[in-house]
């Protein structure tokens, strides 16, 4: 501390125990200090949640070393933050394996959430509805802070359709959801999302830069809607449409993924107004309006 030190180098003798611990040096010290801790606090918060996005449902159990590597953190400070989710419910440890899997806390959580703001429950009729008209997998969606996480599924009868992993998040620059939510979300959130370092490719038509992104949501924001032709998955073509909160702004998207050999011009615009309808019906039940460009879309298509 300071009041320490200056006794150390300036008088040679380790400070008193009493009366300069409580000087007005210490305790500005002590306020100096605080940053520092609450930095590093927040640092652990991160790697514990980083941790916890490693956990899908392909992947659904780790050893220690496996998800260390994941993370690339050292053993002993994945064991530490391991210990600490345990200790409140996150993950849990299997007995005979000993590898770790997300704990029963996180349905707490996601019950909680869903009671509060019942969006699922609201979401999945509709999304129900989109996989029996167009024959396709139908999904939903909210925005997170640099990707969609995905809260209701339906699948088609037929055998031949795209699987949706529900605990895959949804990049922003990659899939039709992330455009559309893009398209309309606040402008704040569209140019954080565009000022990233990169734009990872998952296929050779994912676009790779600002300005590849800035064009396509402009076309988005006039359509009302969103095309992702192979951008995510080489055999998937997307589209989806975004869903409003009370405030007017993007906060989630409902879609369907088409299997992208079978999707024509016209099955495309088929697809395109059933979803385009469904984004409506589901915001106007949250109790908000759609943007101008969807209402033009549903009459239009």
Do not use: C
Not at 22 to 31: C, E, G, K, Q
């Amino acid at each position: 501390m300071a009041a320490d030190r200056y006794y150390q180098q300036r008088i040679g003798m380790d400070p008193p125990t009493t009366g300069l611990r409580n000087s007005p040096a210490r305790r500005m010290d002590l306020i100096l200090d605080a940053p520092k801790k609450t930095t590093n606090t927040m640092k652990t918060v991160d790697k514990a949640f980083n941790l916890l996005n490693y956990f899908t449902i392909s992947e659904s159990e780790f050893g220690l070393s496996e998800l260390a590597r994941k993370a690339e953190l050292d053993k002993a400070t994945t064991l530490r933050i391991l210990t600490s989710l345990m200790k409140h419910g996150f993950i849990e440890q299997v007995d005979f394996s000993k590898k770790y899997r997300l704990g029963a806390s996180v349905l707490r959580f996601a019950k909680i959430r869903e009671a509060t703001f019942p969006i699922a429950s609201t979401v999945q009729p509709w999304v129900d509805w989109l996989a029996e008209q167009t024959s396709e997998t139908a999904h939903a969606s909210l925005a997170s802070e640099d990707a969609l996480t995905t809260i209701a599924i339906a699948e088609p009868a037929r055998s031949t359709r795209v699987f949706v992993d529900l605990s895959q998040p949804l990049p922003f620059h990659a899939t039709a959801s992330g455009l559309a939510y893009l398209a309309f979300a606040h402008p704040d959130v569209a140019e954080a999302a565009l000022a990233a370092d990169a734009f990872p490719p998952h296929t050779d038509r994912t676009p790779r830069t600002a300005d590849e992104m800035r064009e396509m949501i402009a076309k988005v924001r006039q359509r009302g809607y969103a095309v992702g032709r192979r951008s995510f998955e080489t055999e998937v073509t997307g589209i989806a449409a975004p869903i409003f909160n009370a405030a007017g702004h993007a906060f989630g998207a409902i879609a369907v993924a088409s299997i992208a050999s079978r999707t024509s011009e016209e099955v495309e615009v088929s697809i395109a107004r059933h979803v385009v309808r469904a984004a409506i019906e589901v915001s106007r039940a949250l109790g908000a309006d759609s943007h101008p460009s969807l209402l033009a879309a549903d009459k239009a298509l």
